[in-house]
């Protein structure tokens, strides 16, 4: 297999993990990698869970329009729409499963020493400047509100944030990698939106263009 950058498994990592390292930046560089990896883990579990809780709800909807709407069109059109979601949630929970299997491949394929300092500096310097993090976003935003926009996409959007202002990571790079693990765990509309607020991002902060 094609060694994994660390970076991009520290990125992936640091998005998943995320929500669950707490607050104090010390206690977070403290962390063991095996933690972080577990902490992804059950992240992804929970996103599977939830999304295949959602899929069996749709189905269930779309069998008793199918029962209740006998020939009438608009009721086999809504209960077909419901079976398509329920299909799409399902094949998201497998692929997300996937992603949490692959993790430890990943690891074993890249630097580990590389990949735990970069998770934990990722994780420290999104604890450290949040409230700066998420006001560069908030002002960035076009018909959103912040608060209501996916955890996934909050949390990729912190990343790249991080990256550019506080780590020096070359604006298209950061953007990039955002993007590209949007596509992997968010939508279509999804890593799209990413990628138009980071740029947004990018030129109401006056980034340099070296770093662009």
Known sequence: MK???PRRVARELALLSQGQMGKDPEKIAQEEL???????IRTL???V???LENAAQDLKRGRDRLLSSE????GMNSAKTMVSDAVDQTQTAINRLGYAIELPEFLYIASLQEVRDYTLQLLTTIVKHRQE???AIRESLVDWNFDRLPKIDRSLLRIAVAEMVFLETPVQIAINEAVELGKRYSDEEGYRFINGVLRRVSKKLELPSSRA
């Open 3 to 5: 060694r994994k950058q």
């Open 34 to 40: 095996n933690n972080i990896v577990l902490a992804a």
């Open 45 to 47: 579990t929970h996103e």
């Open 49 to 51: 869970e939830e999304t």
């Open 71 to 74: 020939t009438r069109a608009t």
């Open 133 to 135: 993090i998420d006001d």
